[in-house]
């Protein structure tokens, strides 16, 4: 320890010597669920570049966390190693640039603006059974399914509840082409298998030899493996528009020409080839990076809303504006509410406040390097800091409000947001592949719950926050009164603008 804190090459790094010296109050943190409370905390002691543990330095400076992850692009670290599944490295865990590049390049189409349009109907078909089961809850007609749910006066909704499960069935049937049904049953075994999965992936990312402990449980992506069979057997009768379709319509394009396999799984891995378990295990990476993420954002973006009536009435403004010929009581349309500045600023202002990645964003430096005169040996791990950005006064005048305006340059009382001072979806080559899929979820749920209900703020929630891979409320609950708007029809006559 004494060698750690004193003749250690990134000993010079500021920060305290006790910590830097072991990995066990990293450690201790990370399982506390409570380390996004640390990183501000040691950048407020001491500085832009702290020294957290033996080899590994937090980094909150601008230029730096662009050189990290965009302009140099180091590697992900070995703690993603984690999140192999079966010893398969895969999009979000591969540290191998030259397999994640070959990867992204297959499955990126599938994540564009246009092939994300068929999905549409299937987010409209999951809000559509969300509108019904509060429509249900608040006209008695349904018992509230979660159990923080069940004892709430009338007219309260516990939205995280619902944000979580909807994601969840938008997941489901964007990716696999089925809803698991939780908004409607909460009953469904995957989503509890991911949370483990999560949980134990994140234990053994700081203690390796857990894995001896708590070995691979393959439950999860036993589901995968199930829903690809099935649609193959399925054939054409079975072909859906979603992103598992996408999948395997691009197997059959590589096979078809003579591109494909070459028996050698792990030969065809590296060389990023399409085979069955590439496909399964992606299809559960999607569901790992897409489920807990969308919910907590949704959640956060209404918790901002009510607490400040007057955006959530300015953002109505402007979508019942945007959706003024719609016929009665149908859905919005992507088309319809894509590009509308205020409903963007209130999204990214929420991200900005609350982004997912609190933790950092973790990068090995594969050689020696000197970062702005910062010595880092090789060996060393990088957590690039965004979030230090998002809540800093110099790039975020009144950083600790939620002020929509400004992202949009024409109402903005600031200067505009400066580049690379903004990483919700990180950047450079590791940017998350979903962002777009992200976007169009968020925006078409919040849109349609606005111009749906009227809510209102329940005062004095507890709204901290526990994190292992994406921060989640810590008591699974944040309540919202809610009241169907004057004129918006029931959900049980609810049409969708596209059909499904
Ligand atoms: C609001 C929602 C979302 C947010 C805030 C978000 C944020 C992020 C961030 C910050 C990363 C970088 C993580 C890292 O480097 O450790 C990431 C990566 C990733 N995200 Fe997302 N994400 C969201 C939704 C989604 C969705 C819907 C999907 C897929 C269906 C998805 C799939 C992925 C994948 C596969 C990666 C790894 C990409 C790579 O390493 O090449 N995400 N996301």
Redesign the pocket.
């Known amino acids: 320890m004494i060698s750690n804190a004193f003749f250690h090459p990134l000993a010079p790094i500021p920060g305290n010597k006790l910590i830097a010296s072991t990995h066990l109050f990293e450690g201790l943190f990370f399982l506390s669920g409570r380390v996004h409370h640390f990183f501000p905390l040691a950048h407020k002691l001491y500085g832009k570049v702290v020294r957290v543990a033996p080899n590994i330095v937090s980094v909150a400076d601008k230029d730096m966390i662009r050189e990290i992850l965009v302009t140099t692009d180091y590697p992900?670290s070995a703690v993603?190693q984690a999140f192999d599944y079966d010893g398969h490295e895969?999009?979000?865990?591969?540290r191998n640039k030259s397999l994640?590049k070959n990867?992204?390049r297959l499955v990126a189409p599938a994540?564009g603006l246009q092939y994300l349009q068929s999905l549409e109907p299937l987010i409209h078909k999951c809000i559509s059974s969300l509108l019904q089961e509060i429509d249900g809850i608040l006209d008695g007609s349904r018992t509230a399914k979660n159990k923080t749910s069940k004892a709430l006066p009338p007219g309260q909704i516990n939205i995280y509840s619902f944000m979580i499960r909807l994601s969840l069935d938008i997941?489901g049937e964007?990716?696999f082409g089925q809803s698991f049904e939780m908004v409607k049953d909460d009953a469904h075994p995957v989503p509890q298998q991911l949370e483990k999965t999560i949980k134990r992936a994140m234990t053994q990312a700081l203690i390796p030899w857990m894995k001896y402990v708590d070995p691979f449980d393959s439950s999860f992506l036993d589901f995968g493996a199930a829903c690809v069979k099935q649609r193959k057997a399925s054939g054409e009768e079975g072909r859906r528009a979603d992103?598992l379709q996408y999948l395997i319509d691009a197997q059959a394009k590589e096979r078809e020409d003579s591109d494909g396999e070459s028996g050698d799984e792990r030969e065809d891995m590296v060389y990023g080839k399409l085979t069955d378990k590439v496909i399964e295990v992606?299809a559960c990476?999607?569901?790992?990076?897409?489920?807990d993420?969308?919910s907590?954002?949704m959640t956060f973006t209404l918790m901002f809303l009510v607490k400040h009536p007057d955006k959530l009435s300015k953002l109505r403004s402007e979508l019942d504006f945007a959706t003024a010929t719609n016929p009665y009581g149908s859905l919005p349309t992507y088309e319809q509410i894509r590009k509308l500045p205020y409903l963007t600023g209130c999204i990214n202002e929420s991200?900005r406040l609350n982004?997912?990645?609190t933790l950092g964003?973790?990068r090995d430096v594969d050689e020696d390097v000197v970062i702005n005169n910062y010595y880092f040996p090789k060996g060393t791990t990088l957590f690039a800091h965004p979030l230090q950005l998002h809540l800093s006064e110099e790039y975020f005048p009144q950083a600790d409000k939620y002020i929509p305006e400004r992202w949009i340059p024409d109402e903005s009382p600031f200067p505009p947001v400066q580049d690379f001072t903004y990483?919700?979806?990180?950047a450079g080559?590791?940017?998350?592949?979903?962002?777009n899929?992200?976007?169009m979820?968020?925006r078409l749920v919040l849109a349609a719950l606005i111009l749906t209900y009227d809510m209102e703020l329940v005062p004095n929630q507890r709204e901290d926050c526990v994190q292992y891979l994406?921060p989640s409320l810590a008591t699974g609950s944040y309540i919202i009164k809610m009241k169907r708007r004057h004129g918006a029809q029931s959900s049980d006559h609810r049409s969708c603008v596209s059909t499904y």
């Not at 080559?429 to 962002?435: D, H």
């Open positions: 992900k993603y895969n999009l979000f865990s591969a994640n990867r992204r994540f997941i964007t990716i992103l992606e990476v999607f569901l790992i990076g897409g489920a993420t969308s907590i954002i991200m982004p997912t990645i964003i973790p990483y919700p979806f990180s080559s590791r940017n998350c592949i979903g962002k899929l992200a976007m979820e968020l994406t």
